[in-house]
């Protein structure tokens, strides 16, 4: 692997690194304003959610690392502390690469990139009405992590209200994932759309005591036909297929077709069934895959 001394590097060099490695990254379309009322609008991606007692969001305009320069989004905040942060679609993300342009101190993104402001209701700034949600928020506290360029300034804010579109919700009323239809921020150039076949879903662990990949049998963990993935799924399971179920499973006719199609070759049998096994854990039968890959593993199997 490539060791990486962070201290050895320039700072646009380390911030190239940093942000291809750590990745998909939300974005935050910031629009603040100044004391004069002059609106701005600008993207940033170093963003999260961080709490909900008291809600928690920050994001970082950071210091040019070119220039040195503040962002006017930090200026801004600094004057006038509230924000709304509009979450960014598919649909609209041409425009919101155009409002990163480096406009003159009090242009008016909203206009250069063809937006539409609208009136929020507890902070100044403007709502992005292209956007399917608009956050808005207070600023609690900014902070200024250096003064030499590429130095963050965490802007940690609080939710004080939430616009969701109509057209996001499912029939619960609750955000659906798949009609958000979010961009992310890659490293260089590149982006993400958290949508179609790029969305897979999970099942959470939690208040469920799984078995844990080190419970699994060495010749499973070992397994040259599955992966981790694979066994991080079996891993999930709550309890191990008892010794009556693999035996029985050893006396079906499938599982001695396996043992006659490769009499006297363990290598082949336990190819075979890993494959098989692999097979089950991706149609989610996963008890089944176990018991089989613990059967392949048993003694009169060595003795076939």
């Not at 939430?162 to 009609?179: E, F, M, P, Q, W």
């Not at 759309?193 to 959470?204: N, P, Q, V």
């Amino acid at each position: 692997m490539a060791i990486i001394d962070p201290t050895l590097l320039a700072p646009h060099h380390l911030h190239r690194i940093l942000l291809s490695a750590v990745a998909p990254r939300p974005i935050a379309f910031a629009s603040t304003i100044d004391t004069l009322g002059n609106a701005n609008l600008s993207p940033f991606s170093c963003f999260n959610v961080f709490g909900v007692n008291p809600s928690t969001l920050i994001f970082s305009p950071s210091r040019s690392g070119r220039t040195n320069e503040l962002k006017d989004t930090f200026l801004n905040v600094k004057e006038v502390p509230e924000v709304v942060i509009n979450m960014v679609s598919f649909g609209m993300v041409e425009q919101m690469n155009l409002a990163s342009t480096e406009f003159p101190r009090g242009v008016n993104e909203f206009f250069k990139s063809g937006f539409t402001p609208i009136p929020s209701d507890k902070v100044k700034p403007f709502r992005v009405k292209e956007s399917p949600v608009q956050i808005e928020c207070k600023v609690r506290q900014v902070i200024e992590t250096g003064d030499g360029p590429g130095s963050a300034n965490l802007v940690i804010c609080e939710v004080v209200l939430i616009h969701v579109n109509d057209a996001v919700l499912d029939k619960s009323g609750a955000i659906d994932t798949r009609k958000l239809d979010l961009v992310g921020r890659m490293g260089a150039d590149y982006y993400v759309r958290a949508s179609g076949r790029a969305l897979f879903t999970l099942e959470k662990p939690a208040g469920k005591l799984a078995i844990g990949v080190d419970s699994l049998p060495e010749t499973v963990r070992m397994s040259n036909i599955l992966t981790g993935n694979d066994l991080g799924r079996l891993g999930s399971l709550q309890s191990m297929p008892g010794t009556p179920e693999i035996e029985k499973l050893m006396t079906t006719p499938g599982f001695r077709a396996i043992l006659t199609r490769h009499s006297g070759s363990k290598e082949k049998i336990t190819e075979e069934i890993h494959k098989l096994g692999q097979s089950m854990i991706a149609g989610n039968e996963l008890h089944a895959a176990l018991t089989w890959l613990m059967a392949a593993d048993q003694e009169e199997v060595n003795d076939y």
